[in-house]
C-alpha cells in the first residue's frame, strides 16, 4: 500500500503492484469498492493511466503525484 485517504468515516486504500497495475479500495460500512488500472512511476511522478479517476474515486485520488524521497 501506497497511500490512505480518509473522511467521511470512509477509508479509501491504493495499492501499488510490481506489474505496473494499481487498485483502489474504499471501505464502506457496507462493503468496499474497487478501482484498478495501470500505472508509469518516472523521475518521481507516478500516474494513474485513468484520466477519469477524480470523479470515480469523489475525488479522493487523481492522476498525478509527486513523490518525496526519503533518506
Do not use: A, C
Not at 473522511?7 to 491504493?14: F, G, Q, W
Not at 468496499?32 to 470515480?56: F, P, R
Amino acid at each position: 500500500m501506497i497511500m490512505t485517504q480518509q473522511n467521511d468515516l470512509r477509508t479509501s486504500k491504493l495499492f501499488l503492484y510490481k506489474n505496473l497495475s494499481y487498485k483502489i479500495t474504499t471501505f464502506y460500512p457496507h462493503g468496499t469498492s474497487n478501482y484498478s488500472g495501470k500505472y508509469t512511476l518516472e523521475n518521481d511522478v507516478l500516474e494513474l493511466k485513468d484520466s477519469n479517476i477524480e470523479n470515480k474515486t469523489k475525488n479522493r485520488f487523481t492522476n498525478l503525484y509527486k513523490l518525496n524521497k526519503l533518506i
